[in-house]
């Protein structure tokens, strides 16, 4: 469908709410604590790609028509991911988070927003080349259906191999990273022994709970689409579900200010990147 571009185009915020209200009562998703200018400018897309003047032109078909309201759900949690992504904060990971993570007697990370897989595919190699990936269960979590499926099928365009080489040579690999796939085609697809440890769950940030204690919870770069109170709400839900001496990771621009304030059992483990480790507090029973 072709993109139209309309002059002085504006989404008005009743055209949101409708919208965002219908997608809750129509299809159970949730997406009134996102943060509004990053929320408008993916609905502003979207009124480009159905080739329609104003957003409420759109209310009908999402009500229903099942394949209008799924294209407008995955446009609206989008995710962006990359093998070694941000190839510091892994070799963060690799040196200062798995060597503590080796003396407990079973690892169970939760890995939040897969994405197409990439980013839980990474942990799996890093586990695999830390010799942990035996002792370890990965839960990568989303809210849509469709990635979940498309990350679990583990397959993507062999041109993109370049690209991530070099990414995980700068997070300290040292294999041979093309090893890690097969060929199948024009596609690489990600090897079957590295999917073992994986279990891919639907679950809602906004209203699900724990459903996992972990040692380890990986959360980059969702809480960014999210506005202040559903940003604490996430927090206060993924300090939940660590266990004591467990770690949290953000992404780099997902720091938790004023973090020793609003979360007391969190510790920052340095300036340099989103990373907490969940402490004991003195005379707390509840954590």
């Not at 990350?151 to 300290?172: H, I, M, P, T, V």
């Not at 609003?262 to 483990?269: A, I, R, S, T």
Request: aromatic fraction near 12%; hydrophobic fraction near 40%.
């Amino acid at each position: 469908m072709p993109l139209v571009k309309w002059k002085n185009h504006n989404i008005e915020d009743v055209e949101v709410n409708l919208l965002l209200s219908a997608l809750k009562q129509r299809y159970g998703y949730d997406f009134t604590g996102y943060a509004q200018a990053s929320l408008k400018r993916r609905l502003l897309e979207l009124t480009h790609y159905f080739g329609v003047e104003h957003l409420s032109k759109l209310l009908s078909a999402v009500l229903y028509d099942e394949a209008v309201a799924q294209t407008v759900i995955n446009n609206i949690s989008v995710p962006t991911s990359e093998f070694f992504r941000d190839a510091l904060v892994w070799k963060e990971v690799r040196t200062s988070v798995f060597p503590r993570l080796n003396s407990f007697p079973w690892i169970n990370i939760w890995q939040v927003g897969c994405g197409r897989g990439e980013e839980v595919y990474t942990l799996a190699i890093l586990l695999h080349e830390a010799g942990l990936l035996k002792k370890a269960r990965i839960f990568s979590s989303d809210i849509n259906p469709a990635f979940l499926k498309e990350a679990k099928n583990g397959r993507w365009s062999q041109r993109r191999l370049e690209g991530w080489r070099d990414s995980y040579q700068r997070s300290g690999g040292s294999a041979d990273f093309d090893s890690y796939f097969e060929v199948q085609g024009d596609e690489v697809a990600i090897r079957e022994d590295l999917k073992q440890s994986i279990e891919f769950v639907q679950h809602n940030l906004v209203e699900d709970e724990v459903f996992k204690e972990a040692q380890f919870v990986v959360c980059r770069n969702v809480l960014i689409y999210f506005g202040e109170v559903l940003q604490e709400r996430v927090i206060d839900l993924l300090t939940r579900s660590l266990e004591r001496g467990g770690y949290l990771l953000l992404g780099r621009s997902e720091y938790i200010f004023d973090a020793h304030e609003k979360h007391p059992e969190l510790e920052e483990l340095n300036d340099r990147l989103p990373l907490y480790r969940k402490v004991i507090i003195k005379g707390a029973h509840h954590v």
